[in-house]
């Protein structure tokens, strides 16, 4: 199945960078977060890849064009200028479509615009700045079964230490994520891991102010096409400086859960 990543949106300024970048390109150890994410649906077996590029989309098609130099081991020879890789990494089955889809569009214009790009029934729609164990065949079984246009999986976001519940004026007690997971209730937001039929491009234009989270959800929702696979693992999304520590400090002790097989 494709892998179609959403690399668009304004990008990020974190404390050590001087300019906005892709949130993609956002290193944690020595390869961008995009790189984990791909690497994620690369470990289930999925590895054709269409990156739907945005503001500095450039930033990441260099760094996939210049991949064989930077993951290899390499000789040159200066005089000629021959290069030679003397190792092979990983991975090298990654076949990786970038389209431009502009600086501006929002999500569902630019899934549209990458439509010529998939031909299967069923396509995986990510972001470039949210991590998870996400067990992805395990999703894509769960998407077929339900029959449904679209399914996202479900995660309970991270909270803040600090937070605490309000009913009213009284305060019912602090956050419990725990808690939370056992709510009949439960308080689920998009983890960003989604599968799609390819019907869905019926509910999308190219139109720059086509947003799937806004636009498309509360439609699939009315009509009984939206369907929500409950992940309770590790996820966590990049939005802030905070957001980055963390997941850097997750890599400096090498518990990178993403990067587990599943099972």
Known sequence: MKVLILCGGRGIQLFNESIYIPKGMVRLGHRPILWHIMKRF???????????????GEMI???????????????????SGCIEMLTQHQEDAWRITFVDTGENANSGARISRCRQ???DNNFFVTYSDTLGDIDINGLVTFHRSSKKLLTLTGVIPPYREGEFFIDGKSVIGPYD????KQSKRQRLVNGGYMVADKKLFSWITSFNECRLETDVFSRLIKEEQLNIYPH????RWLDTDRDYLYLQELVDKNQTYWLRESG
């Open 42 to 56: 690369a470990l289930a077996g999925h590895t054709d890849f269409i990156l739907a590029l945005g503001g500095r």
């Open 61 to 79: 098609r260099d760094y996939f064009l210049n991949y064989d130099r930077l993951a290899n081991d390499t000789r040159v020879v200066l005089g």
């Open 117 to 119: 790009y998939i031909m």
């Open 177 to 180: 994520a725990r808690e939370d």
């Open 232 to 235: 309770y693992g590790f996820w």
